[in-house]
Nanobody
């Protein structure tokens, strides 16, 4: 059973924008915190952004700060990642995750989606 489903990935030129969505099923998972991670070819999965579902507090990696925005829609139980000013180095598979702590660590997230591919190329 898939509880987290990402969508919105695709091919975009440098400087372009994409918005990723994650059908979270958060209440079912009983998770108060969610985040986005990414994994580029040949590299380890890294933190991108996190959000407290209740308070809306957010945290970003330095590499995306000022360009990406994480947000949530409680009514739709959906997590978003708005990505602007995309760079080739943003190319990666992006994963949404849910957990019980506000954290940048993968180990603090209990549930993961299957990922959506983002490719930034001219």
């Amino acid at each position: 059973q898939v509880q987290l489903v990402e969508s919105g990935g695709g091919l975009v030129h440098p400087g372009g924008s994409l918005r990723l969505s994650c059908a979270a099923s958060r209440r079912t998972l009983r998770s108060n915190y969610m985040g986005w991670f990414r994994q580029a070819p040949g590299k380890e999965r890294e933190f991108v952004a996190a959000i407290s579902w209740i308070t809306g507090s957010t945290q970003y990696s330095n590499s995306v700060k000022g360009r990406f925005t994480i947000s949530r829609d409680d009514a739709e139980d959906t997590l978003y990642l708005q990505m602007n000013s995309l760079k080739p180095e943003d190319t990666a598979a992006y994963y949404c995750a849910a957990g019980g702590r506000y954290s940048i660590r993968q180990s603090d997230y209990n549930y993961w989606g299957q990922g959506t591919q983002v490719t930034v190329s001219s």
